[in-house]
């Protein structure tokens, strides 16, 4: 079962939410409070989204951290996975279901698209059973300031 967090409800979940993000995006120690700090804004403004994914016996199986984007340039509006780690393994069968409630979030958002960037493996097999295609490659160059 997948839940959407209310903003009232993230404090509860924030420190499986901030370890998740942790795991994801490796936020280095230098980083760590004013990332952590500005998600944890975001969600309670509903500018990011937080869903939950439990299992059975009502365990948290996954988080799922999304952003709504709007695109000036084509005047479109997207939906980016942030985040999203899996506590527990499960097939893709699994989450191409439980996909589903982030994918009617979007379509009420009135998004023409979902996004996200990894370099997982897995996920990347899990989003071509959700109809997933690759459309760039994510490059970067840090310049030291």
Known sequence: MTLRLLSVQVVK???LIKYALGQVEKIGSD??????????AALLSDRAQCFIVFDESEEV???CVTELR???LRATKSLHIRCLYAFKAASNE??????????????RE????????TSNPRIKSIARDLGAVEVSANLKVNVEV
Do not use: P, Q
Not at 31 to 40: A, G, K, P
Not at 96 to 103: C, D, I, L, R, S
Not at 110 to 117: L, M
């Open 13 to 15: 979940f924030w420190d």
């Open 31 to 40: 980083e760590e409070l004013e990332v952590y700090n500005r998600l944890f």
């Open 61 to 63: 199986r996954a988080v």
């Open 70 to 72: 709007y695109d000036e």
């Open 94 to 107: 699994v989450w191409v279901k439980e996909f589903e409630t982030v994918k009617e979030m979007a379509k």
């Open 110 to 117: 009135g998004c023409s698209r979902i996004t996200f960037e």
